[in-house]
């Protein structure tokens, strides 16, 4: 009986995670919070998966989507499609998405992204260093930096990246 209940556990606890998360990410706004002291954003240099190094300073004068996720967190796993389908729609202007993952190992990303479309950089934070620098309630978390530096807009938890009016929101970033 223990054997059964050991193994059923962690499947268990990721079911009741999906029907308790899922529903309240698909009901919640998908709208961005504004940052109202618009504090600088945190500097980083982190590989991605082929090994080329971002910084995000080289990126200063275009606004940046950091993404903050983990392949076994339910909400991020849910939300990348979205980010994908949402590059596709940005990608060739002045924003940049960058998805940070949080510990683990390539491995892992690797396998989680291997069958999905992603063509923005994903990049590695295995010591969690960059996410140890913003200020994190859990996962997933965003922020939209603005063309100086300054974290403009967050979003605590998924969101659907593609919908227009958080497109809306991220693009009147450039143009400010």
Same mark, same amino acid.
Not at 68 to 84: G, H, N, Q, V
Not at 132 to 161: C, K, Q, S
């Given at each position: ?100 993952? *949080? /510990?683990? @190992?390539e491995d892992?990303?690797?396998?989680? #992204? +291997?069958?999905?479309?992603i063509e923005? =950089?994903? $990049?590695? &934070? ?18 939209? *930096? /603005?063309? @100086? ?6 979003? #605590? +938890? ?5 919908? =227009?009016? $958080?497109? &809306? ?5 450039v143009k400010?």
């Open positions: 009986m223990n054997v059964l209940r050991n193994r059923l556990t962690p499947f268990l606890t990721v079911v009741l995670a999906l029907v308790l998360v899922l529903p309240a990410v698909a009901k919640k706004p998908n709208l961005l919070t504004p940052v109202t002291k618009r504090p600088p954003a945190s500097g980083f240099v982190l590989a991605d998966l082929d090994g080329n190094e971002h910084r995000l300073a080289d990126y200063r004068g275009r606004v940046v989507i950091v993404n903050f996720w983990a392949t076994w967190c339910p909400p991020c796993r849910f939300e990348i499609p979205s980010m994908s389908r949402a590059w596709k729609k940005i990608e060739g202007t002045a924003v940049v998405m960058l998805a940070i993952h *949080v /510990g683990g @190992d892992s990303v690797w396998q989680f #992204i +291997g069958d999905m479309d923005f =950089p994903v $990049l590695m &934070d295995v010591e969690s260093k960059a996410a140890d620098a913003y200020p994190m309630p859990g996962l997933p978390t965003t922020f939209i *930096v /603005g063309p @100086d530096g300054r974290i403009e807009l967050r979003a #605590i +938890g998924g969101r659907e990246w593609d919908d =227009p009016k $958080l497109l &809306d929101q991220i693009r009147a970033l400010a």
